[in-house]
């Protein structure tokens, strides 16, 4: 269904390993980390534009936020014609509202993909019970180790399964079980702990950019709480390599939010600054009359005679 997405990420992530393993070979777990990592970066990279023009588009919907309220109150009564005018203010400012989700689709998209890529490893539906872990035609160790996985050949899925971090296979989870379970889990709760600091402070700092009077009620506890709870628990029931996701991605996400920001904030200074020039050069010199425009003469005026 979603092969569009899956032979792609695929296709990068093989690409990365094709690099590490010719460093530390085929079924070195430094490989798969590091082409676990690669890849985010690299997909991360290819949003980051858009993501620049979703951070610029914020600080201009935070700019007019008067003129919103503005009207809002002259078009109370009229939802309708509010809506239509407030579509046409953030269009006439440069405004894109679709173009503002890109970043948002694109970072889900590569989580499904990434996601069903790494669990697609291991087909044999051992960790069946575990929610999205369920296989429609669970293979034998036998089967599963034999079949290619999208771009990965047979060769490359043995690889993945044998791949291991400080011990703990990188296809493990902390919610399964098994005699590896104590060394999945000093592997995956300190990146589930890490997952979950970074994505509070990835929201802290996102919504510190946002005008708090357009925020909705619930949404603050909600992406500041809520959500890094959800990242950790839900770290439980996914394998230790889609959790080097987790924590690579809100690293670039903290750090990108970070640099962009104080780039935005440095253009806003110095369109501050160059403002503030236009009005002194406009503003009369100390001790100078400021000059008055004449008014022009009526029609039919006579003019005033001087003696």
């Known amino acids: 269904m979603l092969d569009f997405v899956y032979y ?17 070979g085929p079924a070195s777990g430094l490989a798969w980390v590091l082409s676990v990592i690669f890849l985010v970066l690299t997909l991360r990279a290819a949003l980051f534009v858009p993501f620049l023009k979703q951070a610029r588009t914020q600080a201009i919907v935070k700019k007019l936020q008067p003129d919103v309220s ?40 590569v989580f499904i993909g990434l996601f069903h890529v790494l669990r697609s490893f291991d087909r044999t539906g051992a960790q069946g019970h575990l929610p999205f872990q369920a296989t429609a035609t669970p293979m034998t160790p036998e089967q599963n180790a034999a079949t290619p996985n999208y771009v990965f050949s047979a060769t490359d899925v043995q690889s993945f399964l044998h791949a291991k971090i400080f011990g703990a296979p990188l296809s493990g989870i902390l919610g399964g079980s098994g005699d590896l379970l104590a060394t999945v889990a000093v592997i ?15 929201a802290r700092a996102s919504m510190a950019r946002q005008d708090t009077t357009a925020q909705l009620p619930l949404m603050r506890p909600l992406t500041l709480w809520a959500f890094p709870a959800f990242t950790l628990l839900g770290g439980a029931l996914v394998p230790v390599a889609i959790l080097l996701y987790f924590v690579t991605n809100n690293a670039w996400t903290l750090t990108q939010q970070h640099l962009v920001y104080r780039r935005l904030d440095a253009e806003a200074a110095v369109e501050t600054q160059r403002a503030a020039a236009a009005r002194a050069q406009l503003a009369p010199k100390p001790g100078v009359k400021p000059l008055r425009a004449q008014s022009a003469p009526k029609v039919g005026a006579k003019p005033v005679r001087r003696r």
């Not at 792609?8 to 990365?16: K, M, R, T």
């Open 188 to 202: 995956a709760i300190p990146l589930m702990l890490i997952a979950a600091v970074a994505t509070h402070f990835t």
């Open 70 to 109: 503005k009207l809002k109150q002259k078009y109370k009564n009229d939802r309708r014609r509010l809506a239509t005018e407030q579509q046409k203010l953030y269009k006439d400012n440069g405004i894109n509202s679709f173009a503002t989700l890109i970043p948002v689709i694109g970072q889900l998209f």
């Open 8 to 24: 792609p990420v695929s296709a990068i992530l093989w690409l990365w390993h094709y690099v590490f393993a010719a460093a530390f």
